[in-house]
């Protein structure tokens, strides 16, 4: 098991406290800076033990962003639009599946 996931279950609870305390918007760009410290340290590593530690730290803030940014979208979309816009949020990982049928269909077109 990767140390990224490790983070993300350390760092998910407290970045909904500080999303609620702070506000979705600053909670965000904290993690966009968790991320790239995170990045810097895992690019920069040397030893095996820096880049856990890099890991550890780029969950964290893939945990912060991932708490934030629903609920920023859902409180910026207008009420006809929350649904959706939540649900793109979440969803897109699974459309580029490499399994997706769309996906699948498209690359035995151009074959």
């Known amino acids: 098991m990767s140390l990224r996931y490790s ?35 895992i690019s920069s590593s040397s030893t095996i033990p820096q880049f856990v530690v890099g890991r550890f730290v780029l969950g964290v803030g893939i945990a912060t962003m991932t708490v934030s940014a629903p609920a920023y979208a859902m409180e910026i979309s207008p009420p006809h639009w929350r649904g959706r816009a939540v649900g793109k949020n979440i969803w897109p990982p699974l459309w580029s599946s490499p399994s997706s049928p769309s996906v699948h269909s498209r690359t035995v077109l151009l074959m």
Do not use: H, Q, Y
């Open 7 to 41: 983070g993300s279950v350390v760092g998910a609870p407290f970045a909904a406290i500080v999303s609620d305390k702070f506000g979705r918007r600053l909670t965000m760009f904290i993690g966009g800076c968790v991320i790239i410290i995170g990045t810097i340290i």
